[in-house]
C-alpha cells in the first residue's frame, strides 16, 4: 500500500525559533492534510491542500503542496509553548479512493521557553 | 455542540473479555472511522462505514468487530482474538459529499489488566 515518510521524527526547540517538517511519498497524491494532536487527544485538522504547488497558511503555520505531488511541507513560525505536541501529515493517492487516507508516523515537537 | 464523542476516555480490559469503544457523531456526517494509535506507529486503520448498515475492513481488522446500525454511531469490539489490545483508539468521521478531510474524536484509551 502507499506510505508517507515524515520527516524529522522528533525536533527540540527554543521558543521562538522557525520549524519546518515535511512529507514524500514515493506516488503521487491528489490531497495533502495536516494535523496537530495534542498528549491524549485526537488530532486536530490545521491546513488542507488540494493542488500542486498550492501554498497556504492559518497564522502561524504555511503548508506547501509540492509540484511533483509527492511531497508537502509544514512550516511554523515563530514557535510558542503551546505548538507542542505530534503534527501528522496526510494524504490520498492519485489511485487510492477518498474514503481512506494515508498518515506519516508524525512528527514530535517539543518547545523549550 | 456539533462532533464526535468517544467513550469511555479510558478502559480497561481483562484477559478474555470483549470490550465495546462508543464513538457518536452530530455532524450528520456518511462515513466513519476507526484507528488504532501506538507510540511511533502513526494511525492504522481498522474498519471503516461509508454508510449505514455498510463495513469494511481496514488494514488492521483481525480481532476487531464493528456495526453502522445508525448513522450517528460506529462501535468498536474488541474481541479476546486481540492479543495486544493496549493502544489509544481513535474515531473519525468525513461528511461523504466529496471531501477527503476526517474529523477526529478525543479516543479512548484501552489498557489491559
Known amino acids: 500500500g502507499q506510505q508517507l515518510n515524515q520527516s524529522p521524527q522528533s525536533m527540540f526547540i527554543q521558543e521562538g525559533e522557525d520549524v519546518s517538517m515535511n512529507c514524500t511519498s514515493s506516488s503521487i497524491f491528489n490531497t495533502w492534510l495536516w494535523y496537530k494532536q495534542d498528549p491524549g487527544e485526537g488530532p486536530v485538522l490545521l491546513i488542507a491542500l488540494y493542488k500542486a504547488g498550492e501554498l497556504t497558511s492559518n497564522g502561524r503555520l504555511t503548508a506547501q503542496f509540492g509540484i511533483t505531488r509527492k511531497d508537502s511541507f509544514l512550516n511554523i513560525s515563530a514557535s510558542i509553548p503551546s505548538d507542542v505536541g505530534i503534527y501528522f501529515c496526510?494524504?490520498?493517492?492519485?489511485?487510492?479512493?477518498?474514503?481512506?487516507?494515508?498518515f506519516g508516523k508524525g512528527t514530535l515537537l517539543t518547545v523549550n521557553p | 455542540d456539533g462532533g464526535i464523542t468517544q467513550s469511555p476516555k479510558y478502559l480497561f480490559r481483562k484477559e478474555g473479555q470483549n470490550v465495546t469503544l462508543s464513538c457518536e457523531q452530530n455532524?450528520?456526517?456518511?462515513?466513519m472511522y476507526w484507528y488504532r494509535q501506538d507510540p511511533g506507529q502513526g494511525l492504522r486503520l481498522i474498519y471503516y462505514?461509508?454508510?449505514?448498515?455498510?463495513?469494511q475492513k481496514g488494514d488492521i481488522a483481525e480481532g476487531y468487530s464493528v456495526s453502522r446500525e445508525k448513522k450517528e454511531s460506529f462501535p468498536l469490539t474488541v474481541t479476546s482474538a486481540q492479543k495486544n489490545p493496549t493502544a489509544f483508539y481513535l474515531c473519525a468521521s468525513r461528511t461523504g459529499t466529496g471531501s477527503d478531510i476526517q474529523y477526529f474524536g478525543a479516543g479512548t484509551r484501552l489498557s489491559v489488566l
Open positions: 455532524l450528520n456526517h456518511d462515513a
Open positions: 496526510a494524504g490520498r493517492g492519485s489511485g487510492g479512493s477518498n474514503y481512506k487516507l494515508t
Open positions: 462505514s461509508q454508510i449505514v448498515n455498510d463495513f
